[in-house]
């Protein structure tokens, strides 16, 4: 069996070093926002290419607090694509937002720059950006029509650790970035766990304000804040994990050219382009018979996801809020994607024969 993921074999080399972090916090006494924390939002701020990190309790929460900290009006619009997974939508609804979706590109599955405009008017405040599956998205031209309208930028980053756009990192070109160290990520902890970056100092102080209930100076309440800390254990972990994320992003690298290159083109493969540097936190393809092929591939032992079933505006949860609207791009995308086995622990022999099966495949 070749399975999709397993966190046990991801996470294995590392087994030594994080089992003597874990000793040294615990043998520390001190548990909430203390040395690791600190050290692990330098480190990170530093590895994205921004001023300022701030870790918190996931990424759902990073993606929320990053929104409330610009004190939006009630109601205003975000501009989103319409393709992300539920997390971009649920924050910001919790940040009192209203969520516009915008179509993606179907050749990147990032949010179409050129669709972004259309959907702007008076109650527009933001545009956040989702760098899906590892690969950013275009944001020069994002970034553009961003300063016309004077509008925010939020990156959602949850998928995209160490992903480049023009040699610029995810996380540093917008006024946020929100990160998700959810332990399944190329930079994964060993819980939930999540991080904003910015290179605003204003912004910084405020995010760090609503993380810990609205405070800077103990029992001193400034804003209405949430309990949303980054624990000193898993900012241990993940300090020690980020001193191979170059590694673990090469790996992937490797195992996604390989089946680039060798998968037959029945198969809607990533896109590769010199402007971006792919770091392939899910290697999709895309097969009008989605399901079949995915059945035929455990049948003979070999595990597969879809990211995602559903898309967003079909979700039971959120549907009454787009009642009437069509996303026809990213329901082709969601009926159509799947995502293969490309984990740290996989090994090239392991691809070739996830390869050899597939391009076997007839339906």
């Not at 040395?35 to 290419?49: I, Y």
């Not at 198969?267 to 540097?277: A, E, G, H, L, M």
Request: hydrophobic letters at 35%; a negative charge.
């Amino acid at each position: 069996m070749i399975e999709y993921e397993n966190l046990r074999k991801f996470n294995e080399s590392f087994f030594p070093e994080l089992e003597e972090s874990f000793k040294k916090t615990l043998e520390s006494g001190w548990y909430v926002l203390g040395p690791n924390v600190q050290n692990f939002e330098e480190s990170f701020a530093n590895f994205v290419g921004s001023k300022h990190c701030v870790g918190v309790a996931s990424g759902l929460d990073a993606l929320e607090i990053a929104l409330r900290a610009f004190d939006f009006p009630a109601g205003s619009e975000v501009i989103v694509p319409s393709n992300t997974y539920i997390a971009t939508i649920l924050s910001i609804f919790q940040a009192g937002l209203k969520p516009i979706f915008v179509e993606p590109d179907i050749k990147t599955y990032n949010i179409d720059p050129e669709k972004i405009e259309e959907k702007i008017t008076d109650k527009t405040v933001a545009i956040l950006v989702v760098h899906l599956y590892g690969r950013c998205c275009a944001m020069d031209k994002i970034m553009k029509i961003a300063n016309k309208y004077k509008l925010k930028v939020v990156e959602d980053c949850a998928q995209a650790h160490g992903a480049l756009f023009k040699n610029q990192k995810a996380g540093s070109f917008g006024d946020a970035g929100a990160f998700s160290f959810y332990p399944t990520k190329n930079l994964g902890s060993l819980g939930d766990a999540g991080a904003i970056t910015t290179s605003d100092p204003d912004l910084a102080k405020t995010i760090k304000k609503l993380r810990n209930y609205g405070s800077e100076i103990k029992y001193h309440n400034d804003l209405i804040g949430k309990n949303s800390r980054l624990d000193e254990i898993q900012a241990g972990f993940l300090q020690v994990k980020l001193k191979r994320i170059d590694e673990i992003i090469g790996h992937k690298r490797n195992l996604a050219a390989i089946y680039s290159s060798k998968l037959k083109d029945d198969f809607i493969k990533p896109q590769v382009n010199q402007d971006y540097f792919d770091t392939y936190h899910i290697y999709n393809i895309r097969h009008p018979k989605r399901d079949a092929l995915r059945e035929y591939l455990l049948e003979h032992g070999v595990k597969t996801e879809v990211h995602y079933p559903i898309p967003p505006h079909k979700q039971k949860a959120v549907q009454n809020f787009f009642e009437g609207q069509n996303y026809p791009i990213s329901e082709e995308i969601h009926d159509t994607t799947l995502s293969l086995p490309i984990s740290f622990f996989h090994t090239e022999d392991d691809i070739n024969q996830v390869i050899k099966l597939m391009n076997k495949f007839n339906a």
